[in-house]
Protein backbone atom coordinates (compact mmCIF):
# COMPACT_ATOMS: atom_id res chain seq x y z
CA UNK A 1 0.00 0.00 0.00
CA UNK A 2 0.78 3.61 0.18
CA UNK A 3 1.79 5.43 3.11
CA UNK A 4 0.03 9.31 3.26
CA UNK A 5 1.00 10.90 6.18
CA UNK A 6 -1.06 14.77 7.12
CA UNK A 7 -0.04 18.14 8.93
CA UNK A 8 -0.77 18.91 11.52
CA UNK A 9 -2.84 15.94 13.05
CA UNK A 10 -5.10 18.64 14.91
CA UNK A 11 -5.16 22.44 14.94
CA UNK A 12 -7.16 25.09 16.88
CA UNK A 13 -7.22 28.53 15.39
CA UNK A 14 -9.28 31.35 15.68
CA UNK A 15 -12.08 32.62 13.28
CA UNK A 16 -10.64 35.12 10.40
CA UNK A 17 -7.35 33.14 10.32
CA UNK A 18 -6.42 30.48 7.55
CA UNK A 19 -4.81 27.47 8.16
CA UNK A 20 -2.97 25.27 5.84
CA UNK A 21 -2.93 21.44 6.33
CA UNK A 22 -0.10 19.40 4.32
CA UNK A 23 -1.13 15.75 2.87
CA UNK A 24 2.14 14.14 1.34
CA UNK A 25 2.49 10.72 -0.37
CA UNK A 26 5.43 9.21 1.40
CA UNK A 27 6.21 6.09 -0.75
CA UNK A 28 4.62 6.68 -4.32
CA UNK A 29 4.06 9.51 -6.54
CA UNK A 30 0.63 10.72 -6.75
CA UNK A 31 -1.03 12.76 -9.24
CA UNK A 32 -4.46 12.30 -7.92
CA UNK A 33 -4.99 13.15 -4.54
CA UNK A 34 -8.41 13.68 -2.82
CA UNK A 35 -9.44 15.75 0.20
CA UNK A 36 -12.23 14.52 2.39
CA UNK A 37 -14.30 16.67 5.30
CA UNK A 38 -16.07 14.41 7.95
CA UNK A 39 -18.66 15.48 10.75
CA UNK A 40 -18.76 13.11 13.67
CA UNK A 41 -21.07 10.36 13.25
CA UNK A 42 -21.16 11.16 9.46
CA UNK A 43 -19.73 9.62 6.25
CA UNK A 44 -16.69 11.31 4.13
CA UNK A 45 -17.72 13.95 1.96
CA UNK A 46 -15.63 14.40 -0.99
CA UNK A 47 -14.58 18.16 -1.10
CA UNK A 48 -12.42 18.19 -3.71
CA UNK A 49 -9.85 16.17 -6.63
CA UNK A 50 -6.36 17.26 -6.40
CA UNK A 51 -4.22 17.07 -9.85
CA UNK A 52 -0.80 17.78 -9.78
CA UNK A 53 -0.26 20.70 -11.72
CA UNK A 54 -3.44 21.99 -12.56
CA UNK A 55 -6.48 22.93 -10.42
CA UNK A 56 -8.15 21.16 -8.66
CA UNK A 57 -11.91 20.06 -9.28
CA UNK A 58 -14.45 20.91 -6.46
CA UNK A 59 -17.13 19.57 -5.55
CA UNK A 60 -20.92 20.79 -5.55
CA UNK A 61 -21.47 22.92 -3.22
CA UNK A 62 -17.95 23.58 -2.20
CA UNK A 63 -16.51 26.97 -2.07
CA UNK A 64 -13.48 26.96 -3.85
CA UNK A 65 -12.08 30.41 -2.54
CA UNK A 66 -12.79 29.56 0.49
CA UNK A 67 -10.84 25.84 0.40
CA UNK A 68 -7.91 26.58 -1.74
CA UNK A 69 -6.14 23.58 -3.00
CA UNK A 70 -2.49 23.26 -4.78
CA UNK A 71 -1.06 20.13 -5.74
CA UNK A 72 2.42 21.16 -6.34
CA UNK A 73 4.24 17.91 -6.51
CA UNK A 74 3.91 14.86 -7.22
CA UNK A 75 4.24 13.92 -3.36
CA UNK A 76 2.20 17.10 -1.76
CA UNK A 77 -1.02 18.62 -1.63
CA UNK A 78 -2.33 21.54 0.55
CA UNK A 79 -5.78 22.38 1.62
CA UNK A 80 -5.80 25.96 2.94
CA UNK A 81 -9.14 27.09 5.07
CA UNK A 82 -9.08 30.62 4.50
CA UNK A 83 -10.98 33.08 6.75
CA UNK A 84 -11.76 30.15 9.11
CA UNK A 85 -15.09 29.82 11.40
CA UNK A 86 -16.49 27.93 13.65
CA UNK A 87 -18.52 26.04 11.00
CA UNK A 88 -15.22 24.89 9.25
CA UNK A 89 -14.46 23.07 12.59
CA UNK A 90 -13.97 19.22 11.31
CA UNK A 91 -12.13 16.27 10.68
CA UNK A 92 -10.46 16.68 7.18
CA UNK A 93 -8.61 14.05 5.58
CA UNK A 94 -6.91 13.51 2.30
CA UNK A 95 -6.04 9.71 0.24
CA UNK A 96 -4.31 9.44 -2.76
CA UNK A 97 -4.97 7.77 -6.01
CA UNK A 98 -2.68 4.87 -7.07
CA UNK A 99 -4.67 4.51 -9.92
CA UNK A 100 -8.24 3.34 -11.42
CA UNK A 101 -7.73 -0.31 -10.63
CA UNK A 102 -6.26 0.23 -7.08
CA UNK A 103 -7.82 1.30 -3.80
CA UNK A 104 -7.05 4.66 -2.28
CA UNK A 105 -4.93 5.54 0.99
CA UNK A 106 -5.88 7.60 3.27
CA UNK A 107 -3.79 10.01 6.04
CA UNK A 108 -4.65 10.07 9.26
CA UNK A 109 -6.83 12.77 9.52
CA UNK A 110 -6.61 16.64 10.71
CA UNK A 111 -8.97 18.11 13.15
CA UNK A 112 -9.71 21.69 12.78
CA UNK A 113 -11.48 23.47 15.31
CA UNK A 114 -12.19 27.15 15.12
CA UNK A 115 -12.77 29.08 17.64
CA UNK B 1 -24.84 9.07 -10.37
CA UNK B 2 -24.06 6.53 -8.28
CA UNK B 3 -25.58 6.03 -4.46
CA UNK B 4 -24.50 3.77 -2.08
CA UNK B 5 -26.79 2.66 1.20
CA UNK B 6 -25.44 1.18 3.78
CA UNK B 7 -29.12 0.30 5.57
CA UNK B 8 -27.95 -0.47 9.52
CA UNK B 9 -26.30 2.60 11.41
CA UNK B 10 -25.44 0.15 13.85
CA UNK B 11 -24.75 -3.33 14.88
CA UNK B 12 -23.25 -5.58 17.20
CA UNK B 13 -21.78 -9.25 18.33
CA UNK B 14 -20.56 -11.07 20.53
CA UNK B 15 -16.82 -11.87 20.47
CA UNK B 16 -15.86 -14.97 18.53
CA UNK B 17 -19.07 -14.74 16.68
CA UNK B 18 -20.14 -14.25 12.61
CA UNK B 19 -21.43 -10.68 12.21
CA UNK B 20 -22.78 -9.45 8.11
CA UNK B 21 -22.84 -5.95 7.69
CA UNK B 22 -25.32 -4.92 4.47
CA UNK B 23 -24.50 -2.89 1.60
CA UNK B 24 -26.31 -2.10 -1.85
CA UNK B 25 -25.46 0.12 -4.62
CA UNK B 26 -26.85 1.65 -7.73
CA UNK B 27 -25.58 2.26 -10.50
CA UNK B 28 -25.95 1.40 -14.51
CA UNK B 29 -22.12 0.71 -15.28
CA UNK B 30 -21.08 -2.92 -15.44
CA UNK B 31 -17.78 -2.52 -14.62
CA UNK B 32 -16.54 -0.44 -10.96
CA UNK B 33 -14.96 -2.11 -7.80
CA UNK B 34 -16.47 -2.08 -4.24
CA UNK B 35 -14.45 -1.85 -1.43
CA UNK B 36 -14.87 -2.15 2.71
CA UNK B 37 -13.68 0.44 4.75
CA UNK B 38 -12.90 0.49 8.48
CA UNK B 39 -12.34 3.56 10.32
CA UNK B 40 -11.45 2.71 14.15
CA UNK B 41 -11.73 5.08 16.67
CA UNK B 42 -7.76 6.47 15.71
CA UNK B 43 -10.26 7.49 12.95
CA UNK B 44 -7.75 6.27 10.46
CA UNK B 45 -9.07 4.86 7.08
CA UNK B 46 -8.41 1.33 6.67
CA UNK B 47 -9.26 -0.92 3.81
CA UNK B 48 -10.92 -4.09 5.03
CA UNK B 49 -11.66 -6.17 1.29
CA UNK B 50 -11.53 -5.33 -2.25
CA UNK B 51 -13.92 -6.93 -5.05
CA UNK B 52 -13.92 -6.04 -9.02
CA UNK B 53 -17.45 -6.27 -10.41
CA UNK B 54 -15.91 -8.63 -13.51
CA UNK B 55 -14.99 -10.96 -11.16
CA UNK B 56 -17.66 -13.64 -10.01
CA UNK B 57 -15.88 -14.88 -6.99
CA UNK B 58 -15.92 -13.25 -3.82
CA UNK B 59 -13.49 -11.54 -2.30
CA UNK B 60 -11.96 -13.12 1.01
CA UNK B 61 -9.37 -11.39 3.68
CA UNK B 62 -8.75 -14.31 6.05
CA UNK B 63 -11.63 -13.74 8.68
CA UNK B 64 -13.51 -11.34 6.37
CA UNK B 65 -15.38 -11.92 2.96
CA UNK B 66 -18.10 -10.76 0.78
CA UNK B 67 -20.88 -11.79 -0.71
CA UNK B 68 -21.14 -10.19 -4.16
CA UNK B 69 -24.30 -9.84 -5.99
CA UNK B 70 -24.04 -8.66 -9.06
CA UNK B 71 -27.63 -8.44 -10.30
CA UNK B 72 -29.06 -7.47 -7.02
CA UNK B 73 -26.28 -4.63 -6.57
CA UNK B 74 -25.85 -6.29 -3.12
CA UNK B 75 -22.23 -6.42 -1.40
CA UNK B 76 -22.45 -7.61 2.15
CA UNK B 77 -19.56 -8.55 4.67
CA UNK B 78 -18.60 -11.20 6.60
CA UNK B 79 -16.60 -10.69 9.50
CA UNK B 80 -16.13 -14.23 11.05
CA UNK B 81 -14.49 -15.21 14.48
CA UNK B 82 -15.49 -11.10 15.81
CA UNK B 83 -12.39 -9.51 17.56
CA UNK B 84 -12.22 -6.45 20.18
CA UNK B 85 -10.00 -4.97 17.21
CA UNK B 86 -12.65 -5.39 14.92
CA UNK B 87 -14.85 -2.54 16.52
CA UNK B 88 -15.17 0.42 14.34
CA UNK B 89 -17.21 2.10 11.60
CA UNK B 90 -17.31 0.60 8.27
CA UNK B 91 -17.61 2.52 4.96
CA UNK B 92 -18.89 0.46 2.26
CA UNK B 93 -17.39 2.05 -1.06
CA UNK B 94 -18.29 2.17 -4.74
CA UNK B 95 -16.01 3.44 -7.62
CA UNK B 96 -16.31 3.14 -11.05
CA UNK B 97 -14.35 1.51 -13.62
CA UNK B 98 -14.16 4.26 -16.20
CA UNK B 99 -10.69 6.34 -16.09
CA UNK B 100 -11.17 9.93 -16.09
CA UNK B 101 -13.06 12.13 -13.86
CA UNK B 102 -14.77 8.97 -12.54
CA UNK B 103 -11.91 8.34 -9.95
CA UNK B 104 -13.44 9.00 -6.80
CA UNK B 105 -15.03 7.06 -3.88
CA UNK B 106 -18.28 7.19 -3.34
CA UNK B 107 -19.31 6.14 0.42
CA UNK B 108 -21.95 4.64 2.48
CA UNK B 109 -23.22 6.55 5.53
CA UNK B 110 -21.37 4.06 7.51
CA UNK B 111 -22.49 1.04 9.96
CA UNK B 112 -21.15 0.87 13.75
CA UNK B 113 -19.91 -2.46 14.52
CA UNK B 114 -19.64 -3.09 18.62
CA UNK B 115 -18.06 -6.16 19.73
CA UNK B 116 -19.30 -7.56 22.91
CA UNK B 117 -16.81 -9.07 25.20
Known amino acids: GAVVSQHPSWVICKSGTSVKIECRSL??????MFWYRQFPKQSLMLMAT?????????EQGVEKDKFLINHASLTLSTLTVTSAHPEDSSFYIC???????????FGPGTRLTVT | AQTVTQSQPEMSVQEAETVTLSCTYD???????LFWYKQPPSRQMILVIR??????QNATENRFSVNFQKAAKSFSLKISDSQLGDAAMYFC??????????????FGTGTRLTIIP
Open chain 2, 27 to 33: TSESDYY
Open chain 1, 50 to 58: SNEGSKATY
Open chain 1, 95 to 105: SVDRGIAYEQY
Open chain 1, 27 to 32: DFQATT
Open chain 2, 93 to 106: AYRSAIRVGNEKLT
Open chain 2, 51 to 56: QEAYKQ
